[in-house]
Nanobody, 116 residues
């Protein structure tokens, strides 16, 4: 069974930084693309960043230049380094396996609150 466990969220002031982690199990991690999504209150879940098995990356326009997605195939973990955080980055963040067979698996998510 696929399990995704997010961690690293919290409260941070605007302009601050956080690093999210997502530990994956139940899959052959190194062969799948991974993605981070977020869902703000009252809004639909949106794709934030994605990374292929070969570590090519892609980002939503709203986070380009501020967020960096990376992966550690030894630890079966995907990361999201978030810098220069804005109030509008406040959301619950989720990781996901970017493959049709596994896209319905979601972790509990981790709350990021950007506020002064």
């Amino acid at each position: 069974q696929v399990q995704l466990v997010e961690s690293g969220g919290g409260l941070v002031q605007p302009g601050g930084s956080l690093r999210l982690s997502c530990a994956a199990s139940g899959i052959i991690f190194n062969i799948y693309a991974m993605a981070w999504y977020r869902q703000a209150p009252g809004k639909q879940r949106e794709l934030v960043a994605a990374i292929t098995s070969g570590s090519s990356t892609d980002y939503a326009d709203s986070v380009k230049g501020r967020f960096t997605i990376s992966r550690d195939n030894v630890k079966n973990t995907v990361y999201l380094q978030m810098n220069r955080l804005k109030v509008e980055d406040t959301a619950v963040y989720y990781c996901n396996v970017d493959f049709p067979l596994y896209r319905h698996y979601w972790g509990k998510g981790i709350l990021v609150t950007v506020s002064s």
